[in-house]
Each structure stands twice: as structure tokens, then as C-alpha cells.
């Protein structure tokens, strides 16, 4: 079950009067005790769609006090086990629960989660390569998605923004890769192009050239034939 910072309606109507009167996120935080993080987990729970006169969603006390009455309210996902996959459903959403082989024998973290929403109205996600879990986390997590406590559209684009992060990283890795091979290639005198050439003709010398120039470089000399 999640833990809610605020219990009562009270306290999100005034969170509510202070979202309405253009207070920041940072300021409401303070005002109500709590961090930035939860103000902002908060205001995402009670969007209710609409829009205040300057254009910023607008915070609805009631529709946050109604989700997290039903979340309290939400069933259990049950998960079966099939190899090192758990799988569940709730909703017209199948859960899966992937364990890393080289992760489970740590103490880390180990689960992936993947969400594949079969009514199509976007709750999926698939965490791999970005966010694990231990079992009893990736199955609350679950729990969170299928109650719609869950920003996923603002995941997806976190990790979405941390693989483009990643190829970049890899294009300049290879770049300097590429960049000191090319110099040890003008070193040698000869072009890349000349090289890939090289090689096709390495490719079809055969076996018995290929150990005839290897015991020429050695200083054996030709064969004597």
C-alpha cells in the first residue's frame, strides 16, 4: 500500500488555495512541511484536466482525495512465475517481472517491470536498463501503475532522454576510437579504404599463405620450393 503524505481533505484543499494563488512548488513544500518531491507527486494526482486563467493545470483537492480513497480500496496483482518472469494482470494491463540473472546474485536491486496495456489507453512502461527493483518494490510498483499513481508519460520521457544520453556518449566514444586508429593508420602510410582492401585479400589468401607470410615475417624467408 502506498504512504501518503496527506490523510485529509483539508490538507489538499489547502494545498488546493495555494496551487490556485500561483505559490511554487518549493514554497507549498514548505508551507505543508513536506519535500518539493512529494508537492509535485501531489499536484500530478489531482489533475483533473482543466486548466487555471494563467494555463497551468489545475490542482483538484477532491479528485486527489477520491483516487487515493480508491487506490486504499485497489486489489492485489497476482503474479505466477514462469522461469525468471512473474507475470500479472489487472485491468487489461499484463505485468512482467524480469530478474537479472547477474544482478540476483548481488544484493542489488535485481526485477525490471514491463507494463503492456491491452486496451490501449497508455499505461505501459518497460524499466530495463533504467530503473530495478527488489521483488516487493517492482510488485508495488505494479500496484502504483494499475491505480494510476504513476506519471508515465514523464517516465517514458526520463528514460527516453536517458538513452539518447547514452548513444551520444557511445558516438563520441567511438568518434575518439575512430579518430586515434585513423592516426595510427596515416602513421603507417595507407588510407582506411586501402585497408578494408587489405583485408579482402587477407580474407581469401588461404591457410597455407596466411602461415608462408607469418613465417616470413618471423625471418624464415620463403619457402624454398
Same mark, same amino acid.
Given at each position: 500500500m ?6 485529509t481533505?483539508?490538507q ?5 488555495t495555494?496551487?490556485a494563488?500561483?505559490t511554487?512548488?518549493?514554497?507549498i513544500?514548505?508551507?505543508m ?10 499536484l500530478?494526482?489531482g489533475?483533473?484536466?482543466t486548466?487555471? &486563467?494563467d494555463g ?17 480500496e485497489?486489489?492485489?496483482?497476482k ?7 512473474y ?29 503492456v496495456?491491452? &486496451?490501449?489507453e ?8 533504467h530503473?530495478?527493483?527488489h521483488?516487493?518494490?517492482? &510488485?508495488?510498483f505494479c500496484?502504483?501503475i494499475?491505480a494510476?499513481?504513476i ?5 517514458q ?13 557511445a ?6 576510437r ?7 593508420l596515416e ?10 582492401e ?10 597455407l ?9 618471423r625471418?624464415?624467408?620463403?619457402p624454398n620450393v
Amino acid at each position: 500500500m502506498a504512504d501518503y503524505a496527506f490523510r485529509t481533505l483539508e490538507q489538499r484543499q489547502k494545498i488546493e488555495t495555494l496551487w490556485a494563488a500561483n505559490t511554487a512548488p518549493k514554497k507549498i513544500a514548505e508551507e505543508m512541511g513536506v519535500s518539493e518531491t512529494v508537492i509535485y507527486t501531489e499536484l500530478r494526482r489531482g489533475r483533473d484536466g482543466t486548466r487555471l &486563467k494563467d494555463g497551468r493545470l489545475r490542482y483538484n483537492a477532491a479528485a486527489a482525495q477520491w483516487k487515493v480513497a480508491q487506490s486504499l480500496e485497489r486489489k492485489e496483482i497476482k503474479f505466477r512465475r514462469d522461469g525468471r518472469v512473474y507475470e500479472g494482470r489487472q485491468n487489461g494491463v499484463i505485468f512482467r517481472l524480469y530478474e537479472d540473472r547477474d544482478k540476483i546474485k548481488t544484493c542489488a536491486p535485481a526485477y525490471s517491470v514491463t507494463a503492456v496495456d491491452t &486496451k490501449n489507453e497508455g499505461r505501459e512502461i518497460c524499466t530495463a536498463g533504467h530503473q530495478y527493483f527488489h521483488m516487493d518494490a517492482a &510488485k508495488e510498483f505494479c500496484q502504483q501503475i494499475a491505480a494510476g499513481e504513476i506519471d508515465l508519460e514523464t517516465l517514458q520521457e526520463k528514460f527516453a532522454a536517458e538513452d539518447a544520453a547514452r548513444e551520444q556518449e557511445a558516438i563520441r566514444a567511438d568518434t575518439e576510437r575512430a579518430k586515434k586508429f585513423r592516426t595510427r593508420l596515416e602513421a603507417a602510410g595507407i588510407s582506411y579504404m586501402e585497408l578494408l582492401e587489405l583485408e579482402a585479400l587477407r580474407a581469401n589468401l588461404g591457410s597455407l599463405a596466411h602461415n608462408i607470410l607469418i613465417g616470413y615475417e618471423r625471418g624464415e624467408g620463403w619457402p624454398n620450393v
